[in-house]
C-alpha cells in the first residue's frame, strides 16, 4: 500500500484499529482467549497511533504510543481516564499473554473487555473526525 499524505495515513492505521477490533471478535468466536486480548489491545493501539498522528505526533514505540496518548489526552482530560487505563490494561494483559507462561485467559476477563474497546474505538473515530 502507498500512502501519499498524513490523512491517508489517519485512515489506515484507524482501519488497522477496525480490523483488529473485527479479528479479536473471531477470536472470541473460537475460544482463543489470549489471541482475543492481543487483538484487543492493537485495535486500541492502532486507534490510539491514528489520533495522534492527527495531532502530528508521531511515536515509535508502544510505551510512546501510551505516554503520549495520555499526555496529550488523558491528562488534558480530552479523553476521560479510564480509556488511558484500559489501554494500558490491555498492554499488560497482551505482554502477559503472549510472552508470560501460565497465563491462560478466558471469557470472564475477555467479554467484559469488548464493549470497553469498542467504546474506546468510537471515542477516537469521533475525535479523528473533527
Not at 511515536?59 to 504510543?65: D, E, L, N, T
Not at 507462561?101 to 475525535?127: A, G, H
Request: with cysteine.
Amino acid at each position: 500500500m502507498t500512502i501519499s499524505n498524513k490523512s491517508e495515513y489517519i485512515q489506515y492505521r484507524f482501519k488497522r484499529a477496525q480490523e483488529s477490533f473485527e479479528e479479536a471478535l473471531i477470536m472470541i468466536q473460537n475460544c482463543k482467549w489470549n489471541t482475543a486480548i492481543s487483538r484487543l489491545y492493537y485495535s486500541c493501539y492502532y486507534a490510539s497511533i491514528a489520533l495522534l498522528l492527527k495531532r502530528d505526533i508521531e511515536v515509535r514505540s508502544h510505551s510512546g504510543v501510551r505516554t503520549k496518548f495520555s499526555d496529550t489526552f488523558i491528562k488534558t482530560g480530552e479523553i476521560d481516564v479510564k480509556y488511558g487505563k484500559l489501554l494500558s490494561h490491555l498492554a499488560d494483559y497482551r505482554q502477559k499473554g503472549d510472552y508470560g507462561d501460565l497465563y491462560d485467559y478466558d471469557d470472564k476477563i475477555v467479554l467484559p473487555l469488548v464493549d470497553q474497546v469498542k467504546e474506546f474505538i468510537s471515542t477516537i473515530q469521533t475525535l479523528i473526525e473533527k
